[in-house]
């Protein structure tokens, strides 16, 4: 769960780290009230869930609230990458010694949380990290054992701070460690973290990512800070494809469907899923030149209906003219009642499924009875003994025109 | 006479007498994982939107006197039944 700025603030100012004295304003009126109360120059910031604010006009400099309010009438009427704000942000201009960078965030890799600091902040850590590799201090930590202060100085010193300036930095950034482990952050980011000239530290921009599985968990704090919980918070608007997948999912307690089609644009639709079987028969359609239509998953067991649902929604796409079902292998979930499914899908959209479904290949529970079910409408399947990858790439041969050996070679 | 209601894959036929049965019509509804009966007042109903949905579990069978309930597999031309 992505956090709108104004809010990340808040989490980052409830963990005891310094912020500016910021106002979140939803109507010109509001700018201009807070500038008042701030004094001096501000910043007003558009308050949206997308990158590129700067570039679009979304972040304006005002020296006035009369001005204030006329960039907060702008902005709030500024849409960015498709994104209405919420809001803005009006911030006071700080007169900043140094910018630094620091963050926590979720190494995947490593299945750790990791401390990041950097003497350069205020740009993208990336660009950093690649052209000046020195700036950047990384620490991991335990996610057993509690975390300590020395930890955390340890990453700010690899990047040269020494005396005050690395006993305030020091604070910063374990509290921020704390603020990552016990709100379930998958990205805990402060950037620029800015020196002011009275030595002080102050966060004066704030990212913040949440583990969506463990937004329950924080749902108190969470309406204590203002979080709309219905808010999907989706990285784009979800194509008609996701919608309709998501409601037959939602109608249906029995097992799982996903689809997305977010970037996808090709002809071989894909019902795939079970054991990382999505992701790998993706790559695997890709890496062999097919060009799938959309990403999916489907397992737990998923009922006949739900098994159509997606199936008749793959092959609904605009462009599809086939659709590979495949999986790595299935326990609870049964081949049979997929392949019911997905035969019932083409047969309801008036669609040969031998034609149709270019290949079936999920290996697993009740197989003997679901071949029994292919034979019959004459879809062509394989089992175990031939690979994802040989799967993805017969599926890919006979939608670009060609046949399959036995092999899985193209003819 | 019977009570046959076939989908696309699976058939599902009662005996007359079972299906006018209002107590076997209440087993076969708990039986079923996939509520593939209906009870009620008069015996049980078969629901065609359900009836693709069988799993081959056979509980409804069991639930059953012999011969009166009978599974159709239409893929392959087989039955089961008790």
């Not at chain 1, 100012?13 to 310094?18: L, Q, V």
């Not at chain 1, 949206?48 to 604010?53: A, F, I, S």
């Not at chain 1, 009875?369 to 017969?394: F, Q």
Request: proline share 4%; charged share 30%.
């Amino acid at each position: 769960m992505r956090f709108y700025e104004y809010e990340s603030r808040r989490i980052v100012e409830r963990a005891g780290i310094p912020v500016t004295q910021y106002g979140f304003c939803t109507t010109p009126e509001e700018a201009r009230a807070a500038a008042e109360r701030i004094g001096g120059p501000t910043v007003i910031k558009s308050q949206v869930l997308t990158g590129g604010r700067m570039k679009a006009g979304g972040v304006r400099f005002a020296d006035t609230p009369d001005e204030a309010a006329e960039h907060a009438a702008a902005i709030l009427d500024l849409e960015i990458n498709g994104h209405r704000p919420v809001g803005v942000l009006v911030d006071p201009k700080a007169e900043v010694e140094q910018e630094y960078y620091a963050a926590v965030l979720w190494d995947g890799r490593a299945k750790r949380p990791m401390m990041l600091f950097s003497d350069m902040g205020g740009i993208d850590i990336e660009q950093v990290a690649e052209e000046h590799p020195e700036h950047v201090g990384r620490g991991h930590l335990s996610n057993l054992l509690p975390i300590s202060d020395f930890q955390a100085k340890e990453v700010v010193a690899r990047v040269g701070l020494t005396g005050s300036e690395l006993n305030r930095a020091t604070a910063v950034l374990a509290r921020l460690a704390r603020l990552q482990r016990d709100w379930d952050m998958t990205l805990a980011e402060i950037n620029p973290l800015a020196r002011l000239s009275d030595g002080s530290f102050v966060a004066l921009d704030a990212h913040m990512e949440m583990e969506n599985e463990a937004v329950f968990r924080h749902r108190k704090a969470l309406e204590e800070l203002g979080v709309d919980l219905s808010d999907p918070r989706e990285q784009y608007e979800p194509s008609e494809f996701e919608r309709n997948v998501k409601a037959i999912d939602a109608a249906d307690h029995r097992g799982v469907i996903q689809g997305k089609d977010h970037g996808f644009h090709g002809n071989l639709g894909l019902v795939i899923g079970a054991g990382g079987g999505s992701l790998t028969l993706t790559d695997a359609v890709r890496a062999q030149g097919g060009k799938p239509a959309n990403y999916s998953e489907i397992g737990g067991n998923p009922s006949v209906a739900k098994a159509k649902g997606l199936a008749m929604e793959v092959l609904k796409k605009e462009g599809v003219d086939k659709i590979a079902v495949m999986m790595s292998i299935v326990s609870n979930t049964r081949v049979d009642i997929v392949a019911r499914g997905v035969i019932k899908a083409c047969l309801e959209l008036g669609k040969d499924p031998a034609e149709t479904i270019a290949i079936f290949r999920i290996p697993g529970a009740w197989e003997e009875e679901g071949y029994k079910i292919l034979d019959r409408y004459g879809v062509e399947y394989c089992d175990r003994s031939v690979s994802m990858w040989e799967a993805a790439g017969r599926a890919v041969a006979k939608i670009q025109g060609g046949g399959a050996s036995a092999n899985g070679e193209a003819s | 006479m019977s009570v046959r209601v076939d989908d696309v894959f699976i058939g599902i036929e009662l005996t007359d007498e079972a299906a006018r049965d209002p107590e076997l019509a209440r087993r076969l509804e708990e039986a079923c994982p996939v509520d593939i009966f209906k009870a009620t007042d008069s015996g049980a109903e078969i629901v065609r939107e359900n009836v693709d949905e069988c799993v081959l579990c056979g509980l409804c069978l069991d639930a059953a006197p012999p011969g009166a309930v009978t599974v159709h597999k239409l893929y392959d031309e087989t039955t089961l039944a008790r």
